[in-house]
């Protein structure tokens, strides 16, 4: 199974571009749609709330799955999701998620409780899969149950890798990126609103069910704006590797995207909303024989991806704190090899 680097890279670029436009939906300027006015204000309005809030819970299911002649692969997470503070730099989330990952007709299942507050990750297996200890050579079971904390100075002290936590000024310069690729997002219309399908209750909420796609003439236009302004603001030591990766993809960035979109249907998903966005669904099956270009694309690839995700409880306070009694991240690799009872 192979992909050329080229569609690697434009289907990096295209998830980055939509990450960063979900996450720009905060701004009160965001109006990234082209359809009828009332939809759009509709929307538009529904989003900017959604984003604007300071808390939120999530639920939802991630399922990504792919196979060609030989073998195949899949990973599926379903999670529960509180998350607070969001408008400051240092977030909070309480998560609870159960993970599979399948491969030649092996399936491995986790489930686990996951909290995040600013630098300092909490994490705590409450459930491994059977084989573990066969399949990883070390006994899992020991850290079954406990709470681990994992932060930046003790994973820089146990890989030899120094992970700076960001200063004010890194803060500022990354405040300054995002209101220069928000405007560059705004300008680009990269969503369009193809259908109001009317109202749906969604877990007792009355919403109006809409379906989104993008659009390919935004996309090809911001894409390459976006990653010039990414540009200015690479580390110096860094910036001559960059151009020179940049200029090479912009030279065949043109043929390349139209040959993409001349054969990938656009995609689309369906947004739920009232006020706020209540719920997000993303379907979509790839075939390289039928959906790919040749030039990007080699072997007979099926792919697909699902994404279901539910908001709700906006604003509301959570009171989310680190757990009481937790280890450290060099406690568990201990513990796991042997080291520590």
Known sequence: MRIKKPFLTLIICFAALVLIGGILCAAKIWKPFSAPKGNVEAVSKAIERTFQVNSLKTNGKIHFSARDEEKSAFIESIFSQK????RGYNPKIESVFNLSIGSAGITLRAEGK??????????NLTSLPASS???FGADLSKIKGKWYKINREEVAGITGININSETEKEREKLKELEEKAKAIICRGNIFQIEKNLGTEMIKGVKTTHYVLAFSKD???????????????????????????????????????????WKT???FRFDLWADRFVRRVKLEKTFSSTQNFSPKLAEGNIQAEIKIDLYFSDFGKKFNINPPKEYKKISDMLLEITGGAE
Do not use: C, H, M, W
Not at 83 to 86: F, K, V
């Open 83 to 86: 998350s607070e503070e969001l």
């Open 114 to 123: 996951l909290a995040v507050l600013g630098n300092d990750v909490y994490i």
């Open 133 to 135: 200890s066969l399949l």
């Open 218 to 260: 935004g996309f090809k236009k911001s894409i390459p704006e976006l990653l010039k302004t990414v540009a200015e603001y690479i580390p110096e030591d860094r910036r001559q590797e960059y151009d020179q990766n940049l200029q090479k993809f912009l030279d065949d960035f043109s043929q390349n995207f139209d040959e993409l």
């Open 264 to 266: 990938v249907s656009l």
